[in-house]
């Protein structure tokens, strides 16, 4: 029997007060929660006087087979097309080696720095094949003893018409090779959304698996991705639903965001913000120049379960990026005027919520998937992203 005694740990008593307690772990599982506990023989005592406590960050969104690829792969123009652009054309230099070891590399990153599980799109396009999927799948399994690893098949485009019939044969396929999502951009079909959301819907439908698109990755105020995506899973899909980005539903009239936020709110989507790369991809040659994020507050007032993830990490679509929670949180402070505690929620339970996870707490009865930073608040933690850390991930400590 494996028991640990946490001892002085400050934790979260309400949203903006915290609270020194002692935490014992038994077989990865939290069984005490209190203050002054007494040590028992077998426990392996831990003082984190100094530390603030919190349950593990999920990471709703990412593309690690596109990790530490900045040096090898730039992007001249800085925008969204040039990162697609340049990735396209360089699709000869990544192949399945090479892509888990850059893979692994990240997951195992973010799991140093606090995360319990991650969601990585894996491109899936006739150009690049199922080497993506293969390589995830592969990562999934080195490195399931410290982070989970959730796999969205990414298609390419065009999904619809004749001319499309080895794209969306492609995506079948990755779902039998490991992927465990559907995932799609129907906003670059080319100005048709509706039909190519309804595929990845059916497809989804067909293999029996979650959903998580790329939707309205524009600041053209005309898309209506979102809404429509609300329309087609309130007439009665029957599994979960994420919304990635929704940058074009913050350049709308508030009447219009009002309405499609009550929309996702009601049908149950998930909508997940992603700061890094829409502030670095978005708003360029714009003035006034615009956030580049989706509308936080128009959603989060409508009651829809709003995430934050990274993105990117030091890839095309992004050049820089730490892969820790904390960094995405005070991002989310900046550009989406949350509070500290909104942020962290955004990246460690609602996220959780949000890929089907489950969020966690520091209670009796939880599993022990904990990052301790030294702080003294949970603001200060974000403020200053501390490298002094510790993970445990079932109740055993990772090494530093």
């Known amino acids: 029997m494996a028991s640990t005694l946490l001892q002085r740990a400050t934790t979260i008593h309400t949203d903006v007060t915290h609270l020194q307690q002692d935490i014992r772990i038994i077989d990865g599982v939290i069984t005490e929660v209190g203050q002054l506990l007494p040590a028992d023989g077998d426990d392996e005592v831990i003082d984190l006087d100094g530390y603030v406590l919190l349950p593990a960050a999920v990471e709703p969104h990412a593309h690690l087979d596109k990790a530490f690829l900045a040096e090898r792969i730039v992007n001249p123009t800085g925008d ?78 065009p ?70 995506l609300a329309e087609l899973v309130s007439s009665g899909f029957e599994h979960q639903v994420t919304a990635s980005h929704c940058v074009s539903l913050s350049m709308q009239p508030e009447p219009e965001q009002r309405a499609t936020a009550e929309a996702v709110a009601a049908a149950g989507i998930g909508v997940v913000a992603l700061p890094h790369t829409n502030l670095f991809l978005q708003g360029r040659g714009h003035s006034p120049m615009p956030r580049g994020l989706t509308a936080v507050a128009a959603l989060r007032a409508a009651g829809v379960r709003v995430a934050a993830g990274a993105d990117n990490l030091q890839d095309p679509f992004n050049p820089v990026g730490r892969a820790c929670p904390f960094e995405t949180a005070g991002l989310m402070i900046m550009t989406a005027h949350m509070l500290p505690h909104e942020a962290w929620a955004s990246v460690s339970g609602v996220s959780a919520d949000v890929t089907g996870l489950g969020a966690q707490t520091i209670k009796v009865g939880q599993p022990a998937d904990l990052v301790a930073a030294r702080a003294a608040t949970v603001r200060e933690a ?18 530093a």
Not at 92 to 120: F, K, P
Request: with cysteine; net charge negative.
């Open 159 to 228: 999904v619809m018409g004749p001319s499309a019939a080895d794209q969306r044969a492609l995506l079948n396929e990755a779902l039998a090779a490991g992927a465990d999502l559907v995932g799609g951009c129907p906003h670059l079909e080319g100005g048709d959304t509706l039909g190519p959301t309804e595929f990845f819907l059916q497809t989804a439908t067909d293999h029996g698996v979650d959903v998580d698109l790329h939707t309205d990755e524009t600041l053209d105020p005309t898309a209506r991705g979102l809404a429509e």
């Open 80 to 157: 969204l097309m040039g990162a697609i652009t340049a990735m396209g054309e360089n699709r000869h230099l990544l192949s399945v080696d090479e892509t888990i070891e850059r893979a692994e590399r990240a997951a195992r990153l973010m799991a140093s720095n606090g995360y319990r599980a991650v969601r990585s799109h894996a491109d899936t396009t006739t150009a690049h094949g199922l080497r993506s999927i293969e390589a995830l799948a592969e990562v999934k399994q080195r490195v399931a003893a410290v982070i989970d690893v959730q796999i969205v098949a990414l298609s390419g485009w």
């Open 382 to 399: 974000i403020a200053f992203g501390p490298t002094d850390r510790i993970v445990w991930r079932n109740g055993q400590r990772l090494a």
